[in-house]
């Protein structure tokens, strides 16, 4: 009896000193992701808008012929680097608010009244067009006629290697409202790595951040993000515009 009394006293400690590691860190994570905290405060759901594409015939290859496959409408297809970008949200979100309901929604499926994150531009995301048309008409996505976007003055141009591979992108926020005034962000690119760079940017904010101080601000906003890309992965992302813009 001496000896599981002993064992329970030196057990003790332990998992006293576990559960408060556990609370140190949640403390952080919250002091840290303070500004989404606020920006999504009452909302019991967020929406995530996944990008789609419509193949309507693919060819692959199997046992050393050529095949086609036709599949149903309603299966879409994505750019990989999105969907890694809504993977990359959709652990962030979790992160923030563990009881929010996540929701993954197409076009044209939203819900206005509550949040919505929409991933991808115009080429392959409807409801970030027609935002992006209403909110921010100066902006210019010039895909795939050019790899470069534009916003005011600036450009933003995306470079290939001698290979014709994607070498760097850029990446860009859009916070706004939607018509029943909820929190609405776009994020995308230039290219599909670009919707990566933007997720990689939000889930790097720090507390005093110029991104952390726009989401906290509550106003209409734009933040442009470039990086670099080697093979699948984005390094070295960094913001290169924060910007808050007046409503309207």
């Not at 000896?3 to 860190?25: C, E, K």
């Not at 050393?64 to 994505?78: E, H």
């Not at 409801?127 to 902006?139: I, K, M, T």
């Not at 070498?167 to 994020?187: K, M």
Request: charged share 20%.
């Amino acid at each position: 009896m001496e000896i599981l009394l002993q064992i329970l006293i030196g057990f003790v400690p332990a998992v006293i000193g576990f559960l408060a590691a556990r609370s140190i860190a949640r403390t952080r994570l919250v002091l840290r992701y303070g500004f989404l905290r606020v920006l999504l405060g009452p909302y019991g759901r967020v929406q995530i808008v996944t990008p789609s594409i419509e193949v309507a015939e693919f060819a692959y290859a199997k046992d050393g012929c050529r095949l086609t496959s036709r599949g149903p409408r309603n299966v879409l297809f994505m750019p990989m680097a999105e969907a890694r970008a809504i993977a990359q949200l959709t652990d962030l979100l979790r992160k923030i608010n563990r009881k929010a309901a996540i929701e993954l929604v197409t076009a044209g499926a939203q819900d206005p009244r509550m949040p919505i994150f929409s991933i991808g531009g115009p080429n392959v995301n409807a409801y970030s067009a027609g935002v992006l048309a209403a909110g921010f008409p100066d902006f210019r996505l010039e895909h795939p006629q050019a790899a470069r976007a534009r916003w005011g003055g600036m450009a933003f141009e995306a470079q290939y290697n001698a290979a014709d591979e994607l070498v760097r992108d850029h990446g860009f926020v859009f916070v706004t409202r939607t018509t029943r005034q909820a929190p609405c962000v776009v994020l995308c690119g230039v290219f599909a790595f670009g919707s990566a760079m933007a997720v990689e940017a939000l889930a790097a904010a720090g507390r005093q951040s110029p991104l952390a101080a726009l989401f906290r601000s509550g106003e209409k906003g734009f933040v442009a993000v470039e990086g670099r890309v080697i093979g699948l992965d984005t390094v070295d992302v960094t913001v290169e515009v924060c910007r808050v813009l007046p409503a309207g």
